[in-house]
C-alpha cells in the first residue's frame, strides 16, 4: 500500500459500503477483519438524541468489522460524517490472519440511548453484505432500538 493510502475499519453504519461511498465516494473493499481486546457499544451521543456504534477496550473481546482501503485525502471527509468521534490507529487482524494497521473511530461522549432502527439496518446491511461471522451478526440482530 502506498503512502497515499490507508485502512479504515469500520464496525457500525459505515460497513454498508453504499453507505460509506454516499459520504466520501469512491473506496476499496479489503475484506472483513476484527479488531481483538475491543468490544462493541452502542452508547455514542449522536446529534441525533440517539445511541450510535462505539468501542470500548475489553480484554478477550473482538469487535467484527469490514476494513477499506481510502485515500488519505479522503479523512478529513470522513471526519465530517464522525463528529464526538476521535481517529484512532488501531491493529485489526483480516481473514488470512494477518495483522493490519488501521484507524478507526471511538468515542468518549456516551449515552444511554438506544439507536434508531434506520441505524441498526445500516449496521445490519453491512454485516451481511461482508459475510460478518454468523454468531457476531445474531448478537447485532439483538440490538435493541427506540
Do not use: C
Request: proline share 3%.
Amino acid at each position: 500500500m502506498n503512502n497515499n493510502k490507508v485502512y479504515y475499519f469500520a464496525y457500525g453504519s459505515n460497513m454498508s459500503k453504499e453507505r460509506l461511498e454516499k459520504r466520501i465516494s469512491k473506496v476499496k473493499t479489503m475484506g472483513k477483519a476484527k479488531l481483538p481486546n475491543y468490544k462493541l457499544v452502542i452508547n455514542k451521543e449522536g446529534n441525533d438524541g440517539s445511541g450510535k456504534a462505539n468501542i470500548v477496550y475489553s480484554l478477550d473481546n473482538e469487535v467484527w468489522g469490514v476494513f477499506y482501503e481510502l485515500e488519505k485525502s479522503k479523512l478529513e471527509k470522513l471526519d465530517s460524517y464522525e463528529p464526538n468521534y476521535e481517529r484512532i490507529n488501531v491493529e485489526i487482524v483480516n481473514d488470512l490472519s494477518e495483522s493490519l494497521n488501521a484507524i478507526t473511530y471511538i468515542s468518549t461522549k456516551t449515552t444511554d440511548e438506544k439507536p434508531f432502527e434506520w441505524y441498526k439496518q445500516h449496521i445490519l446491511k453491512g454485516a451481511y453484505e461482508h459475510n460478518l461471522p454468523n454468531d457476531y451478526t445474531k448478537k447485532l440482530e439483538q440490538i435493541e432500538t427506540k
